[in-house]
């Protein structure tokens, strides 16, 4: 199968999809319609992005069984030629999946002691100063994170409360190692902005699991009741964390 481009348009709200492979694991991807594309074929980047490529007058039915079809190319495809994303303390590269922006990092010396960023054009975050110290660009890349989720999170929060009819007393946005997100018994949410780096299905996921903790603060089968009411396939996200979740540790 080719990887190719075709005359790409991108749907404007991109939703992510996911393939089952044969090991049971989930794997995202997205649809792009396309006016010059004569049949469906995927294209899987060299980050492991993953999209399937539909062409005017075939059906998104067609398109999801085509994708599940190829599972095993996919599988092979991910293990062969995508390299992990390199979770370092000073990566190149980041992949804010929930915006479907990737974002390439440059670092500059610059004043000891202290580090700073600046947002440049076309995705390129800038940081300047004690660039050696892995501990300061972890903070510093961490307060980006913060800074473009803040606004953003508490408004699709927000909406999903307003939505579902939930009522939440407040959200704080900061960046746990250890957990996504959380709510206290005074229906305070925490949520971690590091979700930046995951699909927005998930997401979602997780916005939902902490709102449903206004309700029901605990993990009964009562709870993961009323999860499955307004997620239906939260498992596979759940999945999805597990096996992604590693760079919670970093940021
Ligand atoms: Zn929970």
New binding site residues.
């Given amino acids: 199968m080719q990887l190719s481009m075709h005359g790409l348009v991108s749907i404007t709200m991109p939703k992510h999809y996911f393939v089952r492979l044969a090991n049971a694991s989930q794997y995202p991807y997205q649809l792009i319609h396309s006016s010059r594309a004569k049949h469906l074929s995927l294209k899987l980047t060299s980050s492991g992005a993953l999209s399937v490529i539909l062409p005017q007058g075939i059906q998104t039915l067609l398109a999801h069984s085509f994708v599940q079809e190829q599972s095993a190319w996919i599988e092979k495809h991910i293990r062969q030629s995508v390299t992990k994303p390199s979770i370092t303390a000073r990566p190149d590269v980041l992949d804010l999946k929930m915006l479907n922006e990737k974002w390439s990092i440059e670092y500059k010396e610059g004043v000891q002691g202290s580090v700073e960023y600046s947002e440049l054009p076309n995705h390129c975050l800038s940081i300047t100063g004690e660039i050696q110290s892995d501990k300061l660009v972890n903070k510093i890349i961490g307060l980006f994170l913060k800074n473009k989720a803040s606004a953003l999170f508490s408004q699709i929060i927000s909406e999903l409360a307003t939505q579902h009819g939930f009522q939440y007393s407040g959200i704080t946005i900061r960046g746990q190692k250890g957990r996504w ?3 206290s018994s005074r229906k305070k949410l925490n949520i971690n902005y590091k979700l930046l780096l995951m699909p927005e299905a998930v997401v979602r996921y997780v916005f939902i ?2 709102l449903c ?1 206004t309700r029901e603060m605990n ?1 009964s089968a009562k ?1 993961w009741q009323l999860v499955e009411n307004y997620v239906p396939e939260y498992r596979q996200y759940r999945e999805y964390l597990k096996e992604h979740g590693e760079i919670i540790r970093y940021f």
Avoid: A, D, L, V
């Fill in positions: 997100g959380s709510c699991h902490e903790h993990h709870f």
